[in-house]
């Protein structure tokens, strides 16, 4: 059983100031992880003060991009040497199948990398032409850390939403807090410990595992300069509403509801296996997953069929054992919340292909829902309009291309989706008329190098790349003569 006795404040682990430390339980079987403590607001202020003390007086603003971007280049080291450890650990607390988060933890190198190369190419100082013919001033355009960077994260990928803010942050020379979920609380300790060993001076990094209230006090600190926030669209309308009451910087990475086109020349012996990564993946815990499937009218029952069989297919159990497709949700909350959607889309008229709330056969002891397909949904219902975050998927019929991406459309949400065919060229077409902030074609993944985030209720800002970066700057412009 692993303990954790103390925050890690500032680059210093110190005692908290409540030393009651909070049970991790598996998702799996409800056997006892681990403890840890947890911060309350009066942490929250020793953290902050330690990065407002480390931006406004100490060594870090002094750094050079280059060497930030080392230091990124030794922490990925780092985190790459413990790789297998970190994704057994999080596999423990969380509940999510350990082939997920071994293939996150490749996932976390592309994302350093395309960071890197980001702030390499970012210009952090250059001169402007002047507009004005034979001007007799110049202007120079800096890039400046904005100082101290609250950033906020839920409980599905921690380490992924975590060194998405901290990387940029710490490249752009800000002092960061990151307040972690209390489900990941020993997976992050393990963060801070990687960060430990990387020796930053101290202030620049805290990592507190908290609740909302600490969690909403940090936000609204009067010394926080920006927020990076993931989570609920419903958590980030409260945040950007902080935010602006107080003229901080925010971005909030938030929900999705993401549409794969299945386009009538698919090929379905493609398609329906990849679905299984893009729409399940991570347990459905994620907001990308592609969760409203479109089918062509020509071949509904085909993909339904074929969908089945694939939810019909998947190992769901131990989320330890290699072979584990689907994992338990992460807590008993949100267990009864996706049971909750499958009881709401029963009695709303779709037909129930296969899954239902039941818990799977002798898996009642842990967070389990069965893999459930829903078939004949309209796009007015309810399970197709919400974010359910489980292994619910609905296929919900189109007419032609423009109804399929009229359908996609019709979202309060747009951070992500998919389409499919035969012809990637065609595919990149329709791509183009989704509106949403990233669309992957065919099995495509998302990329690292280039911006992500949503657009509507699925968020402000962008992550990932030189765009990403720019989240964590303040622009400043001196004009000198010429």
């Not at 985030?453 to 990932?464: D, I, N, P, Q």
């Amino acid at each position: 059983m692993i303990v954790r006795d103390k925050l890690y404040i500032g680059g210093l682990w110190t005692e908290p100031s409540d030393n009651t430390p909070l049970d991790i339980r598996s998702p799996h079987d409800q056997s006892l992880v681990g403890r840890s403590v947890q911060a309350l607001p009066a942490d929250v202020d020793g953290a902050v003060a330690a990065a407002r003390t480390a931006f406004d007086e100490g060594p870090w603003r002094q750094t050079t991009p280059e060497q930030r971007q080392d230091l990124i280049v030794r922490l990925n080291e780092l985190r790459e040497a413990r790789a297998e450890e970190i994704a057994r650990l999080i596999t423990s607390e969380r509940g999510n199948p350990l082939w997920f988060n071994r293939a996150g933890q490749g996932g976390l190198t592309r994302q350093a990398l395309g960071y890197l190369k980001g702030a390499r190419e970012f210009g952090w100082e250059e001169t402007l032409d002047s507009s004005v013919p034979d001007a007799a001033f110049r202007s120079v355009v800096r890039r400046e850390a904005i100082g101290v960077v609250a950033a906020v994260i839920p409980w599905n990928s921690p380490f992924s939403a975590a060194l998405a803010k901290m990387i940029p942050a710490l490249l752009a020379g800000n002092t960061v807090v990151l307040k972690t979920s209390p489900e990941n609380s020993l997976s992050m300790m393990l963060l801070a410990d990687l960060f430990d060993e990387l020796g930053l001076p101290e202030g620049v990094v805290s990592i507190l595992p908290a609740g909302k209230e600490t969690s909403e006090y940090l936000v609204a600190h009067p010394d926080v300069d920006k927020v990076a926030f993931t989570g609920s669209t419903g958590a980030g309308r409260s945040i950007a509403a902080v935010a602006g009451r107080q003229l901080k910087r925010v971005s909030l990475e938030l929900g999705g509801k993401s549409a794969a086109i299945i386009l009538p020349d698919a090929d379905l012996d493609e398609v329906v296996p990849a679905l299984r990564f893009s729409s399940l993946g991570n347990n459905g815990e994620a907001c990308i997953a592609q969760t409203r499937v479109l089918a062509p009218l020509s071949r509904y029952d085909e993909v339904v069929t074929a969908l089945k069989d694939l939810l019909d297919g998947l190992k769901v159990g131990d989320p330890s054992e290699e072979d584990t497709f689907i994992g338990p949700l992460v807590r008993a909350e949100q267990q009864e919340r996706v049971r909750s959607y499958i009881r709401l889309g029963i009695e709303e008229g779709a037909r129930l292909v296969t899954g239902g709330p039941e818990s799977p056969m002798g898996l009642e002891q842990g967070n389990y829902v069965k893999p459930t397909l829903f078939a004949d949904v309209d796009n007015s219902m309810r399970i197709a309009r919400e974010e359910i975050f489980g292994p619910v998927l609905v296929v919900i019929p189109f007419e032609d291309e423009d109804d399929a991406v009229r359908i996609a459309n019709d979202s309060e949400y747009g951070l992500s989706g998919g389409v499919w065919t035969a012809d990637v060229e065609h595919g990149l077409e329709i791509a183009r008329r989704i509106r949403t902030g990233t669309v992957t074609v065919n099995r495509a993944p998302i990329g690292f190098d280039g911006p992500f985030g949503g657009y509507r209720a699925s968020g402000t800002g962008r992550e990932y790349g030189a765009v990403g970066l720019a989240e964590y700057v303040e622009h400043k412009t001196i004009t000198v003569p010429a």
